[in-house]
């Protein structure tokens, strides 16, 4: 008998949040983060029977939709036109900077595809460089390399912001 | 964590994922799951059985042919102008993706540039 | 008999010239050479659309924004060509083919308005514009990846706001390209 967690509908009411925030902040396109989102679930369903355990099925949910979106943004190597085409501003916690917060996001948007992707991990899934490496399939050295670049971009770019 | 790092974690909250999402994908994967029914077809009269019927049958059938036949010619005429279309479409979204391909390389260039400038010893 | 000679000489010529006319046409719609890259490739994808074509397309594009734009977008154009081949092992050509892709373009006609190189070998992107009387009249645009190798040339005149749509908002596809086939990284 199946456990209760191990059917697509648990598996999408605890996790689309987080496989579309990823597909969104890495695509940048709301439309195209959904098709990807869709196509994770989706796959994932097709191998659901395989799925260990909820915390298996977490790490595949964030390792197949961070290499999805990476490709699908290769593809369409679009630029977000407006801060629109990303997230909404968050609703708590940021009443003090609201335009850093979008300007952030328009910058993360901007940078190449395995940054943004090593920096979305940190900062939104609060994953370790060395979950980092194992979601991504990339030396924990690099992804370091690429949190040190692309918050030195990132801090730089903001630096009249933040005073 | 400084302060760049505490504004991105506010910055990169997770968004919820559009609503019906769900449902979309929970529909999508139950029709991938049903089977396959094949159509049915009724069993054929033979002709020799509709005798009494049979002259009208081959005036309607003359007439419907001229009227398909006509109706077949706008119908091949749509058919090739949505594969037009489609060509079009296909062109210039080719066409598009390799542009923002090139805007892509040039921006990495600016990052990579920056990123060079920002390590040169002062 | 001096009449069958002239006959047979101005057929001889009638021939010789068309066969030069439709080679200089091949030349105008796709001005290289691809057919030992289409033997080599996995998969190939061609749209050849002429001036006839478009015109043809257009009146089946609907009232959406995406064929609004594209109905704008192709209204003055004489061709849209495209090829695409994808192979399936990184590297399936090589730096010299894609020099001799890039020599027809080296004519005074033409200037080269892009030229990027990436840091991995075969990862270039090179726009061309054709330029008659100050006017662009063509592009045409040579996109080099490991296992894709894209060439699209249009004709016609082509306006900066054109290229900004085609590059902004144009044609992010309902189904995004080709299908995502199973990684290995899919693997649970």
Same mark, same amino acid.
């Given at each position: 008998?199946?456990? =209760?967690?191990?059917?697509?509908e648990?598996? #999408?009411? +605890?996790?689309? &949040?987080?496989?579309?925030?990823? !597909?969104? %902040?890495? $695509?940048?396109?709301?439309?195209?983060?959904?098709?990807?989102?869709?196509?994770?679930?989706?796959?994932?369903?097709?191998?659901?029977?395989?799925?260990q =355990?909820?915390?298996?099925?977490?790490?595949? #949910?964030? +390792?197949v939709? &961070?290499?999805?979106?990476?490709d !699908?943004a %290769?593809? $369409?190597?679009?630029?977000?036109?407006t801060?629109?085409?990303?997230a909404?501003?968050?609703?708590?916690?940021?009443?003090?900077?609201?335009?850093l917060?979008?300007?952030l996001?328009?910058?993360?948007?901007e940078?190449?595809?395995?940054?943004?992707?090593?920096?979305?991990?940190?900062?939104?899934?609060?994953?370790?460089?060395?979950?980092?490496?194992?979601?991504?399939?990339?030396?924990?050295?690099?992804?370091?390399s690429?949190?040190?670049?692309?918050?030195?971009i990132?801090?730089?770019?903001?630096?009249?912001?933040?005073? | 964590?400084?302060?760049?790092?505490?504004?991105?974690k506010?910055?990169l909250?997770?968004?919820?994922?559009?609503?019906?999402?769900?449902?979309q994908?929970?529909r999508?994967a139950?029709?991938?799951?049903?089977?396959?029914?094949?159509?049915?077809?009724?069993?054929?009269?033979?002709?020799?059985?509709?005798f009494?019927?049979?002259?009208?049958?081959?005036?309607?059938?003359?007439v419907?042919?001229?009227?398909?036949?006509?109706?077949?010619?706008?119908?091949?005429?749509?058919?090739?102008?949505?594969?037009?279309?489609q060509?079009?479409?296909?062109?210039?979204?080719i066409?598009?993706?390799?542009l923002?391909?090139v805007?892509?390389?040039?921006?990495?260039r600016?990052?990579?540039?920056?990123?060079?400038?920002?390590?040169?010893p002062? | 008999?001096k009449i069958?000679?002239?006959?047979?000489?101005?057929?001889?010529?009638?021939?010789?010239?068309?066969?030069?006319?439709?080679?200089?046409?091949?030349?105008?719609?796709?001005?290289?050479?691809?057919?030992?890259?289409?033997?080599?490739?996995?998969?190939t994808?061609?749209?050849?659309?002429?001036?006839?074509?478009?015109?043809?397309?257009?009146?089946?594009?609907?009232?959406n924004?995406?064929?609004?734009?594209?109905?704008?977008?192709?209204?003055n154009?004489?061709g849209?060509?495209?090829?695409?081949?994808?192979?399936?092992?990184?590297?399936?050509?090589?730096?010299?083919?894609?020099?001799?892709?890039?020599?027809?373009?080296?004519?005074?006609e033409?200037?080269?308005?892009v030229?990027?190189?990436?840091?991995e070998?075969?990862e270039d992107?090179?726009?061309?514009?054709r330029?008659?009387?100050?006017?662009?009249?063509?592009?045409?645009?040579?996109?080099a990846?490991?296992?894709?190798?894209?060439?699209?040339?249009?004709?016609?005149p082509?306006?900066?706001?054109d290229?900004?749509q085609?590059?902004g908002?144009?044609g992010?596809?309902?189904?995004?390209?080709?299908?995502?086939?199973?990684r290995?990284?899919?693997?649970?």
């Amino acid at each position: 008998m199946n456990p =209760s967690w191990r059917t697509l509908e648990a598996l #999408l009411d +605890k996790h689309q &949040a987080m496989v579309f925030s990823i !597909a969104l %902040r890495i $695509t940048g396109n709301r439309e195209l983060a959904e098709e990807v989102a869709q196509d994770v679930f989706l796959e994932l369903h097709r191998r659901l029977e395989s799925v260990q =355990s909820e915390e298996h099925a977490l790490f595949w #949910l964030r +390792k197949v939709a &961070a290499h999805r979106t990476i490709d !699908a943004a %290769r593809r $369409t190597a679009r630029m977000p036109e407006t801060v629109a085409d990303v997230a909404d501003l968050p609703g708590e916690g940021n009443q003090a900077d609201p335009l850093l917060a979008q300007r952030l996001q328009q910058l993360v948007a901007e940078l190449p595809e395995k940054m943004k992707a090593v920096i979305v991990l940190r900062y939104q899934e609060d994953l370790m460089p060395e979950e980092i490496s194992q979601t991504l399939s990339m030396p924990v050295a690099t992804v370091k390399s690429n949190l040190q670049r692309g918050l030195e971009i990132l801090r730089r770019k903001t630096e009249r912001v933040l005073r | 964590m400084d302060e760049i790092e505490k504004a991105l974690k506010t910055a990169l909250q997770r968004e919820p994922a559009p609503s019906g999402f769900a449902d979309q994908v929970l529909r999508k994967a139950s029709m991938r799951s049903m089977p396959v029914v094949p159509p049915v077809f009724p069993p054929l009269v033979p002709w020799w059985r509709m005798f009494p019927v049979r002259w009208a049958v081959a005036g309607v059938v003359v007439v419907a042919c001229m009227v398909g036949g006509v109706a077949e010619h706008a119908r091949q005429q749509r058919i090739r102008g949505e594969q037009a279309r489609q060509k079009v479409l296909l062109a210039l979204r080719i066409t598009g993706t390799k542009l923002r391909q090139v805007q892509r390389q040039v921006v990495q260039r600016q990052v990579d540039k920056s990123d060079e400038e920002g390590a040169e010893p002062r | 008999m001096k009449i069958k000679h002239a006959a047979i000489f101005l057929l001889a010529i009638f021939l010789l010239l068309m066969a030069f006319s439709n080679r200089a046409y091949a030349q105008a719609t796709f001005p290289v050479d691809t057919t030992k890259l289409a033997e080599r490739a996995d998969e190939t994808t061609t749209v050849s659309l002429d001036k006839n074509m478009l015109q043809f397309a257009s009146r089946f594009l609907s009232s959406n924004d995406e064929d609004r734009e594209a109905r704008r977008i192709i209204a003055n154009l004489d061709g849209i060509y495209v090829r695409t081949f994808e192979f399936k092992t990184p590297n399936a050509y090589s730096a010299s083919e894609l020099e001799a892709f890039r020599r027809p373009f080296a004519g005074p006609e033409w200037s080269h308005i892009v030229s990027v190189h990436g840091k991995e070998p075969n990862e270039d992107t090179d726009i061309y514009m054709r330029l008659v009387n100050g006017e662009v009249r063509g592009m045409f645009i040579l996109a080099a990846e490991k296992e894709e190798l894209t060439f699209v040339h249009i004709l016609g005149p082509i306006k900066p706001e054109d290229l900004d749509q085609l590059s902004g908002n144009f044609g992010i596809p309902k189904r995004h390209g080709t299908k995502q086939q199973p990684r290995k990284e899919d693997e649970l």
